[in-house]
């Protein structure tokens, strides 16, 4: 079985929200909603000793998702394979689960009145490419892979050097994971 | 371009009507089963019927997808259909209450059927009162909703409404009981709302203080707006001294007079307390989140309309 899971090199991303642009451009998202953005964290500290870090933001297509739980239509869903989806046939756009969602990912669409998100560009990952976000970060920012396969990429990497979730303390097990540490060994 | 709120005015509103609406059939519930009472409630089960059925209206006009709105009632699991369906019921139901009191009622006489719809009006009264807090405070992201006080609070606050409510029209038609017999029953609702107002205040203190100095830095900063920040007025005017304190004064001082001042100052409280926690939706904030989102342009930006 795969488990679809996306790491953030937060060493290798130099804040070109490329990946930003990618996504609405691809998935003709409105012009004013945003699956991807990139967060400027910084800088901290005090010269010399200063630091910033960027971080590419999406759906953490959570191991324990909250939007999912609350959806009353049954609308959001989330597959064997990991990713969590809307129904846009079947959501009534309650919101219940933009409420729900800690990482800002649901995007309410004023024109259908349903809610949208980022479905890991399921169509094309389950055909063996990559989301469009994964495919023009020029700088291999972001890795897409599957987490159940010992000799991917994202395995190997998750199961060997220090990475962080956004707000574990919350509970939902999100499958984006942050190299945030130079050198990734924290 | 903060996160706007996504719930707003309509929900506020309508957790405010349901409240009521729960609370007012569990008085009259209460009422008829335990004193034998139902008749001087019985105009009471038709307004909150009313109540229920404006609020869920309400909810249905919020949707983004209002037409679609049958399939919340659709999947089994969320709470919100859980609160969908006793809604549908409650309505239901508290006219089916109100119909066994008119003379007319073909079914006037069947006492022990009116007892029992009184009984499931009880239970999805209080069911009505307490999921909506139940639904807010299950979604972790919002950490100030995030307690097991809110559901009791909504609690508290829906069935001290529902007192008020009834006490402003306990006796009217159909009920056939002189007003001047009604003494005995307004001092009744009096202490009854007191108890409950007292009780109340207290939990408004203690939730509020929970949230300012033993939570996380997000939770602290909404419940500083409240005790010192934009929603002061709103806090100290509103809930705690118009909604709380002034109609808890009003029935410890004058017994006889000024009960229905206070009936109404207490739905007040219970309007500023739906919309103050309706309205303190924040998340934690991811980092450079709010540094993002401030220098994004607004939703009204010249160039979001050049497309169309």
């Known amino acids: ?186 | 371009m903060k996160e706007k709120h996504n719930w707003g005015w309509p929900i506020a509103s309508y957790l405010f009507l349901g409240g009521l609406g729960g609370g007012m059939i569990v008085v009259a519930g209460l009422a008829d089963l335990a004193f034998g009472e139902g008749e001087l409630f019985s105009l009471g089960n038709l307004i909150a019927g009313i109540a229920i059925a404006i609020g869920s209206a309400l909810l249905i006009f919020e949707l983004g997808r209002p037409f679609q709105f049958w399939r919340v009632l659709s999947r089994q699991k969320a709470i919100m259909t859980a609160g969908a369906w006793m809604l549908s019921l409650t309505i239901v139901t508290s006219f089916a209450y109100f119909s066994f009191w008119p003379d007319f009622s073909p079914w006037h006489q069947l006492i022990g059927l009116r007892h029992l719809v009184a009984g499931i009006n009880i239970v999805l009264g209080v069911g009505v009162c307490i999921y909506t807090g139940i639904l807010l405070g299950s979604l972790r992201a919002r950490v100030f909703w995030n307690t097991p006080l809110l559901p009791v609070l909504f609690l508290v606050s829906g069935i001290s409404t529902g007192v008020a409510a009834q006490s402003l029209l306990a006796g009217s038609w159909p009920c056939h009981v002189a007003a001047g017999e009604l003494g005995a029953l307004h001092a009744a609702l009096r202490s009854c709302d007191l108890a409950l107002l007292v009780f109340e205040l207290i939990l408004v203190f203690v939730y509020v203080g929970m949230m300012r100095f033993s939570a996380g830095p997000v939770t602290a900063r909404i419940a500083a707006q409240w005790l010192t920040g934009p929603k002061r007025w709103l806090f100290w005017g509103g809930l705690v001294g118009l909604g709380l304190a002034l109609p808890t004064i009003l029935y410890v001082l004058s017994p006889a007079a000024g009960g229905e001042t206070a009936a109404l100052l207490v739905l007040i409280g219970g309007v500023v307390l739906r919309f103050l926690v309706v309205y303190s939706d924040e998340r934690i904030p991811l980092p450079g989140e709010s540094e993002y989102y401030s220098r994004l342009p607004g939703p009204d930006a010249p160039f979001l309309k050049a497309w169309e």
Request: hydrophobic share 30%; proline share 8%.
């Open chain 1, 1 to 186: 079985m795969a488990r679809f899971v996306m790491i953030m090199d937060t060493r290798r991303c130099i804040g070109c929200h490329s990946c930003t642009v990618a996504c609405k451009v691809n998935n003709e998202l409105p012009v004013d909603m945003i699956y991807n953005p990139v967060f400027t964290h910084g800088p901290n500290g005090v010269f010399p000793h200063v630091s910033m870090t960027y971080y590419p933001l999406i759906c953490m297509h959570c191991e324990n998702p909250p939007c999912v739980g609350c959806c009353p239509s049954g609308a959001s869903q989330q597959e064997a394979d990991g990713i969590v989806w809307v129904d846009q046939n079947t959501c009534i756009g309650c919101k219940a689960c933009i409420q729900a969602c800690p990482y800002r990912a649901r995007h309410e669409n004023p024109k259908t009145g349903t809610v949208q998100k980022c479905d890991f560009c399921k169509e094309r990952v389950r055909e063996g490419l990559e989301p469009f976000c994964v495919e023009t970060c020029h700088q291999r920012a972001r890795i897409f892979g599957d987490l159940d396969d010992p000799e991917s990429e994202v395995s190997q990497m998750v199961n060997s050097m220090h990475t962080l979730q956004l707000l574990p303390e919350i509970g939902t097990d999100p499958q984006v994971y942050y190299i945030v540490t130079p050198g990734g060994q924290g």
